[in-house]
Nanobody, 125 residues
Framework: VQLQAFGGGLVQAGGFLRLSCAAS????????LGWFRQAPGKEREFVSA????????YYADSVKGRFTISRDNAKNIMYLQMNSLKPDDTAVYYC???????????????????WGQGTQVTVSS
């Protein structure tokens, strides 16, 4: 599967953005999907993940209550709605997918085989 993330941009603190991750292929619904981010000088970190059906979602504590992940298997697309953005949310955001991932490993980036190119999110104070 090929992934393309888009929707990033510059926003003021307290604002919102919606990231999208479009995927190719006809087996989109068989992949666990995730969002990760990497800020300058920091390691990549888990943000959110969603199960194949979309029925289960997972969030990092730092974004819980502010971000919402969703997917549309009919359109081969995943979303990350980001509200109440903070300067600490500034990072390059990557979408990822894996077909064989077990849900208990959703937060481990090394478990995902496919990655999008990343989209920059900058939150100004």
């Amino acid at each position: 599967v090929q992934l393309q993330a888009f929707g990033g941009g510059l926003v003021q603190a307290g604002g919102f953005l919606r990231l999208s991750c479009a995927a190719s292929g006809r087996t989109f619904r068989t992949y666990v999907l995730g969002w990760f981010r990497q800020a300058p000088g920091k390691e990549r970190e888990f943000v959110s993940a969603i199960s194949r059906s979309g029925g289960s979602t997972y969030y990092a504590d730092s974004v819980k209550g502010r971000f919402t992940i969703s997917r549309d298997n009919a359109k081969n697309i995943m979303y990350l709605q980001m509200n109440s953005l903070k300067p600490d949310d500034t990072a390059v955001y990557y979408c990822a997918a894996d077909r064989s991932l077990i849900l208990s490993s959703y937060s481990s980036g090394s478990e995902y085989d496919y990655w999008g190119q990343g989209t920059q999110v900058t939150v100004s104070s």
